[in-house]
């Protein structure tokens, strides 16, 4: 008599544990074979048609039909069996992880696109290997990156701190005049 198995279960009192079917669907509880496929990562072959063969090193995805990138991973051109994801990060600088195939977007630079960039000229986004600025920075921004201040005071900037202490002087002459006038 057959009995129904719980998910993931299969075979005479359901102790068999099924393969890695696609979409977390359960496998044939008589058989244990997926029905609708494996997940990525896993694939069926004639001898063990499970879905709990893993991927052969070089490829992933479902039924492991993609070949990992070569030359793009640190470490080494393994990737993750399911995703393709670079395991141990990107080689070079520049590109997002996990996949490593996408540049980093705008404002973001380095290993991962770990690092931001600094105030490059008119939004100009910077290098995204090396984080620097091509032309100029924003105003009040200086070196490569453009993320140092710039500690130097504009000449308007100069005259207008020393009107501003003119006034400021003028004020408290006022006030110490008109207290003089007051108690006479």
Same mark, same amino acid.
């Given at each position: 008599?057959?009995?129904?198995?719980?998910?993931?279960?299969?075979?005479?009192?359901?102790?068999?544990?099924?393969?890695?079917?696609?979409?977390?669907?359960?496998?044939?509880?008589?058989?244990?074979?997926?029905?609708? &496929?494996?997940?990525?990562?896993?694939?069926?072959?004639?001898? $063990?048609?499970? !879905?709990?063969?893993?991927?052969?090193?070089? /490829?992933?995805?479902?039924?492991?039909?993609?070949?990992?990138?070569? +030359?793009? !991973?640190?470490?080494?051109?393994? !990737?993750?069996?399911?995703?393709?994801? !670079?395991?141990? &990060?990107?080689?070079?600088?520049?590109?997002?992880?996990?996949?490593?195939?996408?540049?980093?977007?705008? +404002?973001?630079?380095?290993?991962?696109?770990?690092? $931001?960039?600094?105030?490059?000229?008119?939004?100009?986004?910077?290098?995204?290997?090396?984080?620097?600025?091509?032309?100029?920075?924003?105003?009040?921004?200086?070196?490569?990156?453009?993320?140092?201040?710039?500690?130097? /005071?504009?000449?308007?900037?100069?005259?207008?701190?020393?009107?501003?202490? /003119?006034?400021?002087?003028?004020?408290? /002459? &006022?006030?110490?005049?008109?207290?003089?006038?007051? $108690? $006479?």
């Amino acid at each position: 008599m057959l009995q129904d198995c719980n998910h993931n279960t299969w075979g005479a009192e359901c102790k068999q544990a099924c393969g890695d079917c696609r979409d977390n669907i359960t496998c044939n509880a008589v058989v244990g074979v997926c029905d609708v &496929g494996c997940d990525p990562g896993v694939y069926v072959t004639l001898d $063990k048609p499970m !879905c709990n063969q893993a991927c052969p090193n070089g /490829l992933h995805g479902y039924n492991c039909t993609q070949t990992c990138q070569v +030359g793009i !991973c640190y470490g080494s051109d393994l !990737c993750d069996k399911k995703t393709g994801a !670079c395991l141990e &990060g990107c080689l070079f600088a520049g590109y997002q992880e996990p996949s490593c195939t996408l540049e980093c977007c705008n +404002g973001t630079y380095g290993l991962g696109c770990a690092y $931001k960039c600094g105030a490059c000229a008119d939004g100009t986004p910077c290098n995204k290997s090396t984080g620097l600025c091509p032309g100029e920075c924003d105003p009040g921004f200086v070196g490569d990156m453009c993320t140092e201040k710039d500690g130097a /005071l504009a000449p308007a900037s100069i005259a207008l701190l020393v009107i501003g202490i /003119l006034f400021l002087v003028a004020g408290i /002459l &006022g006030v110490l005049f008109a207290l003089w006038v007051y $108690k $006479k």
